[in-house]
Every structure is written in structure tokens, then in C-alpha cells.
């Protein structure tokens, strides 16, 4: 089926769903997946992180001030409101879930058109919406915690015949933070 509809400019081709069009036409920009997940990839446990890293906390705030973040409802659960400064998005198939401060999306094509004039949204978790956004993807900023941990919740596995690691930055354990840990940067080389 081709689809031609001049008002928007609206292309599809055969077999293109409406969301790779979404996708392509957002293209020009960068969707960068944001977590910290320690050596055996855990990420959470009962629905909390398990560790408490200043440094990183900061950095993320840092990088995501400004700009869209978009997370799964259980993730926005654990928190105690909307983080400020951003425009927060919560992925949920529930239509009736209301989120104080927060957009609601029922699919990851909405919760991209909720992002779309901002050209570096960020997904902030949890495992859930990792693993749902791994294929559209374009660059992972991992804090890896070098320690392994009890989890229930994983970030998925990184394969790196699809992302590059481009930056890394280590931090040794101190007396105040215990835990050595590296910001990781991977920027994806390869669409899935
Ligand atoms: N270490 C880190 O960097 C980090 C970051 C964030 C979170 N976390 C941790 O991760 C854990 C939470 O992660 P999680 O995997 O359990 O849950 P999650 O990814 O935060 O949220 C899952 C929920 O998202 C919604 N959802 C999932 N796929 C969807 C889709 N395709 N369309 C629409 N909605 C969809 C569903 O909500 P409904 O059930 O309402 O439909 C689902 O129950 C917590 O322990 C949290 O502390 C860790």
C-alpha cells in the first residue's frame, strides 16, 4: 500500500508502518537511553535504585535539565513527583492513569511526538522502556556501578556489533562513596 497525503507532507511506503515514519522524520536528532546498572546489569530492586551515587545523580541532572525525559509508569511510581525542569512523559497502556506535572503517553509513538521539538529527549527508565527503546536508540549514557547486586529489574544487554563505546571515565572508590563506577558513553554504529 502507498499512502500519499499532501497536507503533511505524509509519505508512507509499502510495508512502513505510521510509527517508522514518526521515527524517520525525527531523525535528525538524538535519543539518548540514560541508567545506571551495575556489573550483572541490575538496575532496580522492589521498585528503587539500589545504590545512591552523588556524582551521578548530578550528572544526570546535568544532562537531561531542559529537556524531555520520557519513563515507564513504574519508574514515575518511584519517585516522589515530576523532575523538575523537564518536560516529564510517562509510558502507560492504562488510559485512565493520572501523573501530577507529567504527560501521559499509551505508546511509544505518542511519548516520540511528545518529544518532538526537542532535539535531545532522553529515556530515563526503567527496564521496561529501555528494552523498548534499544532499537530506536541512537547513544546509551551508562553509569556502570562495578559491583554486582540483587536486582529484579536488568538493563538489557548492550551488543557491541550495534554500539561503539566512544567515552569512558572512570572513578575510583573513596571512603565517601564506596562503590567505583564509570560514565560510560556508546553511540549506536548499526540500526537494528
Ligand atoms: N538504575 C537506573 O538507572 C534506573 C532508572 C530508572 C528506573 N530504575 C528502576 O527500574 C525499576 C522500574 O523498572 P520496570 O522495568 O519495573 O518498570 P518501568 O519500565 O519503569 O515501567 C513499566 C511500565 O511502563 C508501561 N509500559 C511498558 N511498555 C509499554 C508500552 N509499550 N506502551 C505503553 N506503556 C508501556 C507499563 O505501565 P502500565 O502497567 O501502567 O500499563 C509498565 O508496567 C525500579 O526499580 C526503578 O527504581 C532504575
Redesign the pocket.
Known sequence: MDQINCNNIKILYENEKPMDFEIKKMKSRTVTL????SKNN??????????NIKEDLKR?KRLTIGHSII????????MPRALPGRKNI?????ID?KAKDALI????NE?LKLTEKDDQPFV?????????FMEIGDRIEL?RIHHEFK???F?PKINLKIWRKVFEKHNSATQEQPLSYSFIRYEKIKKI
Open positions: 540514560i541508567a545506571a546498572a541490575a538496575l532496580g530492586y522492589k521498585n528503587e535504585l539500589i545504590w544526570f519513563m515507564g509508569r513504574k519508574t514515575f511510581e518511584s510517562v509510558l502507560t497502556r492504562n492513569f503517553a499509551l505508546d511509544i511519548a530515563i527508565g526503567g527496564g521496561q522502556i529501555y528494552s523498548l553509569t536486582a529484579d529489574t538493563f
